[in-house]
């Protein structure tokens, strides 16, 4: 693509009353400062606040699944009016994309998704995403929005991803904004506060896990305050928020497709010997396996983590679960190719 590729999400909280009304003053604020930065990058939103938007008009709303899905068929075109009024003074034009898990896990189908954005893109239209609550899979369901954000801007080869918040960034023990993290390790995610919105699915844990994603697969990710003045702006300019670093990689877009939208069905664990291999590039071997802590089919997409259960890698499997059991101690029978293992 001709310019970079932005991706900002929005969260219910961020854009939100307390109450659950949508805050027309940071929508108006959130479209003059992408207006300003349209003519420079490709732009996706990923948006929530449909639920908000639609259960005032459920009768006793009480928040069942159902109750969700029904407010968020009622909220969809309601948060996709509120932007395309206030994009309409700076004759910018938005489309609506309701996404499922499935349009990331399946590669066909995620590469159809990437040309219709670039056709938008074409157009100098913003998409704005949203899950498609209405009829998602319970089973496969994104997290939350920040989740979609981070596939989109994977899978997109974004150069920077924005995550809004209503606190001004990651806060340090003190309660300080955090102003960089070089490398989202178990001490940076130990920062998160674990509490949530009473309105939104995710918080900071969410959002320090998806940066890690992101910033790994060679992405700059800025958790920022949305009520911050020009927030928008200034965290693109890296000027407010905390900054999270993006990581050195060479790793090939269908590799990045595989560590991010490919749908995860197994986990196995590895030993140190294992790992030093995967580390190496090499392949893993049955050998190396320790355990096979969730099944998984021949073909199926896994992951690996090492002898303290953090997840290292994820990889394309040649065999099954059963196979690799009954296997295990044949050295050279191999659980996934090189080429079809990615390092986290």
């Known amino acids: 693509m001709s310019k970079p590729i932005l991706v900002i999400k929005f969260g219910t909280a961020a854009i939100t009353h307390p109450n659950g009304d949508l805050d ?3 929508i108006a604020g959130i479209t003059r400062q992408v207006a300003a930065l349209h003519e420079d990058y490709h732009i996706v939103l990923v948006s929530s606040g449909a639920v908000a938007a639609g259960k005032s008009f459920l009768h006793h709303y009480n928040g069942t699944i159902s109750e969700r899905k029904a407010a968020a068929a009622i909220g969809n075109p309601l948060l996709l009016n509120k932007y395309s009024r206030y994009f309409a003074p700076y004759n910018i034009a938005v489309a609506q994309s309701l996404c499922e898990r499935q349009h990331f ?4 189908q995620f590469l ?3 040309r219709t954005y670039e056709e938008l893109w074409a157009s100098n239209i913003i998409p704005i995403a949203n899950e498609n609550d209405v009829v998602s899979n319970l089973e496969l369901k994104f997290s939350d929005n920040d989740e979609l954000a981070t596939l989109i801007a994977v899978g997109f080869g974004a150069s920077l991803l924005l995550f809004s918040t209503s606190v001004p960034g990651v806060l340090d023990k003190n309660g300080d904004v955090l102003p960089q993290i070089d490398v989202i390790d178990q001490a940076a995610l130990g920062l998160a506060d674990k509490t949530k919105s009473s309105l939104g699915l995710g918080g900071m844990v969410s959002k320090l896990t998806f940066a890690r ?3 790994r697969m060679g992405i700059k990710v800025v958790i920022f305050g949305i ?3 020009d927030g928008i702006l200034q965290a693109v300019a890296g000027e407010t928020g905390t900054q999270c670093l993006p990581q050195p990689n060479n790793i090939s877009a269908r590799k990045k497709w595989l ?3 490919s749908l995860v069905t197994g986990r196995i664990q590895v030993d140190a010997g294992a790992q030093a291999a995967l580390e190496k590039r090499h392949s893993l071997l049955a050998v190396g396996v320790s355990a096979v802590l969730e099944k998984f ?3 199926e997409v896994i992951e690996i983590v090492n002898e303290a259960n953090i997840v290292i890698a994820v990889g394309r499997s040649k065999i099954s679960a059963d196979h690799l059991e009954s ?3 044949i050295q050279n029978t191999e659980v996934a190719h090189a080429d079809d293992i990615v390092l986290l």
């Open 24 to 26: 027309e003053t940071i």
């Open 105 to 108: 896990s399946h590669r066909d």
């Open 112 to 114: 159809q998704l990437k």
């Open 213 to 215: 994603l992101a910033t």
């Open 227 to 229: 009520r911050t003045k």
């Open 259 to 261: 560590a991010s939208g």
């Open 297 to 299: 089919e021949c073909g």
């Open 327 to 329: 296997r295990a101690n």
